[in-house]
Every structure is written in C-alpha cells, then in structure tokens.
C-alpha cells in the first residue's frame, strides 16, 4: 500500500497542469467561478449560522454510518444463522451415524449385560470411532429415557469426565428438561443449546426405532460451539473493516457530489441574485449574462431553480407588460391549489373522505361543543377479516372487499357522513335531525351486512364483515368530539371480540 501511494504521488507530480486543472473541475455541474466572485460567494457562506453544506454532510455521515451499521448487523446474524445451522445438519449427520451402528433389538441387552457382550464392546469402539473423527465432538452417549431418568446405553470417555457404567441411571441434563415429556414418548426434540460448566455446546438427541415403531432409545452427540464463537469474532472484525472502508468512500463521493451539484450551484445563484442590480437597463442586462454565465447543468430540481432564475431575471425586464399574464397565472394558481386541497381530503381507494377530512370535522364538531351547540353521533367501523383476504386472494381482492365494505357503509348511512381513517377502519358522523336515526342505521348495517355473508352466490371480497360500535354526543359525559369517538371505538372492540367469539369457522 506504501509502494502504491508513493508510485501514485510520482505520478501525480509529473502530470501537466491543464490536466490536473481539468480533474479539478472532473464533477462540476457549472461554468468555473472567477477567483473574485469565489472569494465572495465562500464569505457570505461563512457568514451563515448553519450551512446548508453541514446540514448534509451530518445527514450523509449519518445516513452512511445507518446503513453500514445495519447492513453489517444484519450480516452477522445471518453469517451466525448460517454458521449454526451447517453445525446442525453436521450434528445430525453424526446422530445419524451413530444410530446406523445400533441395533434397536439389542438395547435391552446392552443395559443388562453391558461390555460383557462381544457385540456391545464391537458397537463401542465404532462409536469411539465416531467420536475421535472430528474434535469438535466432545460428548457422545446413548441414553434411555424414563421417569427414573436417563439410563446409560453407551457412555464414552472424554477428556474432561469418566463414562458411565452401562444400565446406570443419571439426571436429565437441565437443558433438555423442558422436552421431558417429549424424550419420555420417543418423539424427536430440536437441537439444544447450552453454555454451562462443560462448555458451549450444541447438543442433538435423536430417537432409535425398533421394527415396531417403538422408540428404544435416543443418541446424543454434544458438539463444541467454541470455534462458532472464534469464526463470529473474526468475521464481525474483517466486517468492520469493510465497511470502515465502504463508509469512508461513501463519505467523501457524497461530499464531492453535495459540493457540486447542491453547495456550489446554489451559493452562486444566491450571490447572483442577492448582487442584481435594478438601476438601470445596462446593469440588468449585465446581471442577467452573470446569470447566464454560470450555466449550471445538475439535471436535477436545482437546474430547474437555476432556469427559474433567469426567467425571472429576464422577466424583470418585462414585468410591466406581463402583468395581466401572471394575474391570470396567479388565477390559474388558486384553482390548482383548490384542487390540490380536495385531493388531499379524498382517500385514493374509495373515493370517500379521508382521516385529513376527518379531522376537520372533529374540529368543527368541538367548536359546537365549545359553543354548547353540538348533537352528532359517532358510529366506529371495523372490517373484519381483511389480512384474511389479501393473504388468501391476494391484495386486489383486498382492495376491492374494503370498497364493498365502503359501499356498503355509504349505502346505510349515506356518502357524505363516511371518512376512511385508516386501512379497514371507517367512521360515520351523523349530526342534526339524523341523529336520532342512528341506532336505525346500526341495525339495517348489520342485517344488509348479514344478508350478503348468507349469499352463497358471492365471493369472499363480495362479502361484507365488520364490527359496528355507537356512541352519541353527551354534554354530561363528553368534553370533546373525542370522548365520543373512543365510547364508540369500545364499542366496536367489544362488537369485534363478541363476534370473534360466534365464529364457527
């Protein structure tokens, strides 16, 4: 790496000035600056409380160290998951082999009679055999399980403990105690865990079948987990190294790219417009061909800001004739805003209000409640079963059963009373000389609601499930349109858990 870096700053010694010249500018999205508006335009920036340049370096450091950090978190567990998941398959591959060597038929003879058997002693020294074939494998036994405990089958020696006699009873190890009642039934158990005084070890049981399906015995083999702990440490170390490299990289691109398509562009076009001068018709037109000059190509928003301001630079020169124009573009302005307001008030799925509207209206509502004027009725729905339908028939089938529920809803209580205000929660807020209808409502809900879940004809998403809860606006009880509004909301969640209860799919 020295070599590399004395070899590149020879190099870069011997390179001709136009060529060092242009790499500098390599990545300019403008016309070079002259050294006196340069001057300028950095001295006014240092003049700023806080640079818009700090600004986004802090949110690229950040943004950069977020996402190495993560992605590098995110590696690790998946490296460890891996990592403990080839142990397993390894660990089985084992058991397996051990089983292969033991003989269902015999089990009762081999905790009877134990070494005393020429065939137990030939089965022990091919376990012994399994065992010594990697070091990893630290303990390997045989046990049979019953509520007396484990009985040793076969029991080989290690480094650290003397095996147990054959036909000996011992203890349930604490770590597979919770599978006790699996072990007594002879179902297979998921690997185990441990990291107690005989180590970190994972530990695989596996049962031994007789030619009755009968489960004789189980195999054990207790694998070292230590190398796990040594391949983590060096994998999460050369890790962090990468990203310690990727992070510097992704810096220094992201201060190159900030500097000359965001800092530099608009500093010269803030000093440009902060410097033009209105005095006569020789110096606007002189601004106007310093703007010009500058000719910032970013293909972003900023060259739009930058073309903005020429436009409007050269329609200062114009203003006079142009002002019936942008009277009418003023106009035509409002009208978009206007539409704007009502889009932002309509929910994209079913046409209806949204939460936006929603809101608004609770703000009325609490005005009249302020003003002692308020009668409303708050009924809270919640459509049932839509995670059922999107997993099932997919989300445009979801779409489309929240549109028959909405249908639905506004087909009882009429259109201009319903908001949508979150993916399958709806409101309805009845006020005047409706109110007194509501409870009405209610009922034809549930029964137009029952009618097309008994229509065997419709699909699933034509159906219609949901929890209905009501409240009425009391001005002993409720101080806000909110209070309302959580009265009815328990009484759709009591609505909800009741018909939970009723089903009977």
């Known amino acids: 790496k020295t070599f590399s870096i004395m070899l590149a700053f020879a190099v870069v010694q011997k390179v001709p000035a136009p060529i060092k010249k242009s790499f500098r500018l390599l990545g300019q999205r403008q016309a070079p600056l002259s050294e006196e508006m340069k001057q300028e335009v950095y001295k006014e920036n240092d003049l700023l409380a806080s640079s818009l340049r700090t600004k986004m370096l802090l949110i690229l450091m950040l943004s950069a160290f977020f996402v190495s950090f993560s992605i590098a978190v995110i590696s690790c567990l998946l490296f460890r998951s891996a990592t403990i998941n080839d142990r397993i398959r390894s660990v089985d591959g084992l058991v397996a082999v051990v089983l292969n060597e033991l003989n269902p038929a015999r089990v009762d003879d081999y905790l009877k009679d134990g070494r005393d058997l020429k065939e137990y002693r030939e089965v ?47 203890e349930i190890d604490p770590g597979i105690m919770e599978y006790k009642d699996d072990l007594l039934a002879g179902r297979p158990v998921p690997p185990v865990v441990t990291n107690d005084e005989y180590g970190y070890l994972m530990t695989l049981y596996k049962p031994l079948y007789d030619s009755q ?3 004789q015995c189980y195999a054990a083999v207790d694998f070292s987990m230590d190398s796990l702990t040594e391949y983590t440490q060096s994998f999460i170390a050369q890790l962090l190294i990468l990203f310690a490299g990727c992070f510097i990289f992704i810096f220094v691109l992201g201060l190159w790219f900030v500097e000359n398509n965001i800092i ?31 000719k910032i190509q970013t293909g972003d928003e900023i060259e739009n800001l930058y073309s903005a301001l020429i436009r409007s630079a050269e329609n200062i020169e114009k203003y006079l004739e142009h002002l019936q124009l942008a009277k009418v573009q003023v106009a035509n302005m409002r009208v978009k805003v206007f539409a704007m307001d009502e889009l932002a008030h309509k929910d994209s799925l079913t ?60 087909s009882v209580f009429g ?25 009405y409502f209610v009922k034809q809900f549930q029964m137009e609601m029952a009618r097309k879940n008994s229509n065997a004809l419709l699909e699933p998403w034509e159906k219609v499930s949901a929890a209905v809860g009501i409240a009425f606006y009391d001005p002993k009880v409720d101080t806000s349109a909110d209070d309302v509004f959580k009265r009815a909301d328990k009484e759709m969640y009591e609505n909800k858990l009741a018909m939970k209860a009723q089903r009977t799919d």
């Open 124 to 170: 022990e020294t091919k376990l012994y055999g399994i065992k010594h074939s990697s070091t990893e494998i630290k303990f390997l036994y045989v046990y049979k399980f019953s509520e007396a405990g484990c009985q040793v089958v076969f029991d080989l020696n290690s480094s650290d403990l003397a095996a147990d006699k054959p036909g000996t009873f011992v």
């Open 351 to 410: 046409g209806i209000r949204n939460k936006t509207a929603y809101m608004g209206m609770v703000n009325k509502l609490d005005q009249e409640i302020s003003e002692g004027s308020a009668e409303f009725c708050i009924v809270m729905v919640d459509v049932n079963f839509l995670k059922k339908v999107n997993d099932n028939y997919g989300h445009e089938r979801g779409n489309e059963y929240l549109i028959n529920a909405c249908k639905l809803i506004c």
């Open 213 to 215: 399906g009968k489960c």
């Open 415 to 439: 259109l201009e009373h319903v908001y949508r205000i979150g993916g399958d929660e709806f409101v309805v807020v009845v006020t005047g000389d409706k109110v007194s209808l509501c409870g």
């Open 264 to 294: 530099m562009p608009l500093n010269t076009m803030a000093y440009c417009a902060k410097n033009f001068s209105y005095d006569n018709a020789t110096d606007r037109e002189k601004n106007i061909a310093m703007i010009r000059g500058l």
